[in-house]
């Protein structure tokens, strides 16, 4: 079964600082695709990042990006520049195949909390 | 505007009263799903649909129901709920390929007393 495992049920930093949340992954797959999900207080599940496996190069969008260790089962989410309104619980999630269509699996979630 | 637009956002009911929470989405999307968020349990499966009349059961379907009559509705069925299904309910859909990502629709918290 595919699981994945968030270690961090919470963390802490100040406004401005560079904070990495961890993600590990079990599969026997090969082809497929990683997310990450934020969830602000409003509770809308918005997307961050997307990393498709057979990419080598790491996933960037602005401030946001991911180090994708394929042999390792690794997708850690990198937040540069924290600002406050990156205070959320996010979820990684891993995604495949299954009859054709796309079955979504998420970790636990780490709750963030971005401090002024 | 894209978007999945789900109802009722809160809903307190009773044991063993069926209610419904539907799923709508505007974007031709064939693959369809709902989930149930806990706490430290993340996201879980419950149902999902592959296309209009094809759908099938997640990690936790117990209790559930769900159709698919139509491409862009997908509504959640309890018949009879207990109160270990209270939680935050989300559906969501894709497109069939499903490496964009899914849609995520704004949650319903239900609450069964």
């Known amino acids: 079964a595919q699981t994945v495992t968030q270690s961090q049920p919470e963390m802490s930093v100040q406004e401005a600082e560079t904070v990495t949340l961890s993600c590990t992954y079990d599969?026997?797959?090969?082809?497929?695709?990683l997310f990450w999900y934020k969830q602000p207080p409003s509770r809308q599940m918005i997307l961050v990042i997307r990393q498709e496996a057979y990419k080598q190069q790491n996933a960037t969008e602005n401030r946001f990006s991911v180090n994708f260790q394929k042999a390792a089962k690794s997708f850690s989410l990198k937040i540069s520049d924290s600002q406050l309104g990156d205070t959320a619980m996010y979820f990684c999630?891993?995604?495949?195949?299954?009859?054709?269509?796309?079955?979504?699996?998420f970790g636990q979630g780490t709750r963030l909390t971005i401090n002024p | 505007e894209a978007q999945v637009t789900q109802n009722p956002r809160y809903l307190i009911t009773v044991t063993g009263k069926k209610l419904t929470v539907t799923c709508s989405q505007n974007m031709n999307h064939e693959y369809m799903s709902w989930y149930r968020q806990d706490p430290g349990l993340g996201l879980r499966q419950i149902y999902y649909?592959?296309?209009?009349?094809?759908?099938d059961k997640g990690d936790v379907p117990e209790g559930y129901k769900v159709s698919r009559k139509e491409k862009r509705n997908f509504p959640l069925i309890l018949e009879s709920p207990s109160p270990n299904q209270t939680s935050l309910y989300f559906c969501?859909?894709?497109?069939?390929?499903?490496?964009?990502?899914?849609?995520f629709g704004s949650g319903t918290r239900l609450t069964v007393v």
């Open positions: 599969t026997s797959e090969n082809n497929y695709y």
């Open positions: 649909s592959m296309n209009v009349e094809v759908t």
């Open positions: 999630a891993f995604s495949r195949k299954i009859q054709g269509a796309q079955k979504l699996v």
């Open positions: 969501a859909s894709s497109l069939r390929t499903g490496g964009l990502g899914y849609t």
